[in-house]
């Protein structure tokens, strides 16, 4: 039997498919003194089979990746013929990730008479240019003054030059292991440099993770649980953990590896000190690195020092392999 297609009010869209599963724990976290108020989250990686199953339950409210609701849109799974509220979250990611043939697509089987609702931390020209399209005489509002790269006052921002490339490292190792530094999580650019240096720490001692596009999702979920139970003590990410992330608790967020963008600077410096607590971005660069970054508005109060790494402990033996 066919399972009742959901004509669902409010749908959020959000890039990555953490950030899904964080806003939907959101919303229903929000909700539940709402009665029987149903929350589904659709994203690439999970059962096809068990989000259709779960369509039988009419939730209320979806978020959804780009490409998993274009889906349901294809197989007609979903009909959005009762579609309130559309929101586009973390808009400018939603275009920077190649999503503009979807979102196209998507929109233009959407009711026209809906509210529309747009949110970005960073407000580029490319985020400008989707509010023309898709938003009709739009209103803005400016959460936490008029200045787009404010930062939260409770936010520590700290620059650490090193002489050389191969100390940033004993850098990290160094930030990381400080008394104070609480759970972590450091930003790499690559895949590669975060399963090496997710490695590195291990070898160690410390309780690291990795956190990448090309894990599957359920290794993704894995990473995100154990930093947020504590049984890992440091993550290591690609930008894929640059947005909407929200882990209590974290104190420490180091950028090992620069970002290409400010936008991205930003996002990843507000992984920490949220909703008010108090917490620490570090950022560890080389002198030409420096000189990039002191350029950006948002790096304006970074507070710069030269650092010197002591020495690494020596990496602890590899266990012995299974006997012939």
């Not at 939907?24 to 199953?53: F, I, Q």
């Not at 970005?120 to 989707?130: E, F, G």
């Not at 003590?233 to 090992?256: C, I, K, M």
Request: a positive charge; glycine letters at 6%; one cysteine or more.
């Amino acid at each position: 039997m066919t399972p009742p297609r959901p004509r669902c009010r409010p749908w959020f869209w959000c890039p990555p498919a953490s950030l899904v599963l964080q806003v939907r724990d959101a919303l229903k976290s929000l909700g539940k003194h709402m009665p029987n108020l149903r929350v589904a989250g659709y994203y690439g990686g999970h059962a096809m089979r068990e989000e259709v199953k779960g369509m039988q339950q009419m939730p209320h409210v979806v978020v959804a990746t780009p490409g998993r609701m274009l889906d349901h849109l294809e197989r007609r799974t979903i009909i959005p013929n009762r579609l309130k509220v559309l929101v586009l979250d973390e808009a400018d990611k939603l275009l920077e990730l190649g999503f503009q043939e979807e979102m196209a697509t998507i929109i233009s089987r959407l009711p026209v008479r809906r509210q529309t609702l747009l949110f970005s931390a960073t407000m580029p020209d490319k985020v400008l240019t989707l509010v023309r399209e898709y938003l009709t005489k739009p209103r803005v509002m400016n959460v936490g003054g008029s200045n787009a790269t404010t930062l939260p006052e409770s936010l520590v921002l700290r620059g650490h030059v090193v002489n050389a490339a191969d100390q940033k490292p004993a850098a990290l190792f160094h930030i990381i292991t400080q008394p104070n530094a609480g759970r972590s999580l450091v930003f790499a650019n690559t895949r590669d440099r975060v399963e090496e240096l997710t490695r590195f720490l291990k070898g160690r001692g410390l309780a690291a993770e990795a956190l990448h596009g090309k894990m599957l999702q359920p290794e993704r979920d894995k990473s995100m649980m154990k930093l947020r139970n504590g049984s890992a003590t440091v993550l290591v990410a690609t930008d894929v953990a640059a947005r909407g992330l929200d882990v209590n608790e974290l104190d420490t967020v180091v950028q090992f590896d620069p970002p290409h963008e400010a936008e991205t600077f930003q996002h990843r410096a507000g992984r920490t000190a949220r909703a008010g607590a108090v917490g620490t971005a570090h950022l560890i660069v080389t002198p030409y690195e420096q000189q990039k970054l002191q350029n950006w508005p948002s790096a304006s109060s970074v507070q710069w020092a030269g650092l010197r790494p002591p020495s690494l402990p020596n990496a602890l033996p590899k266990a012995p392999g299974p006997a012939p």
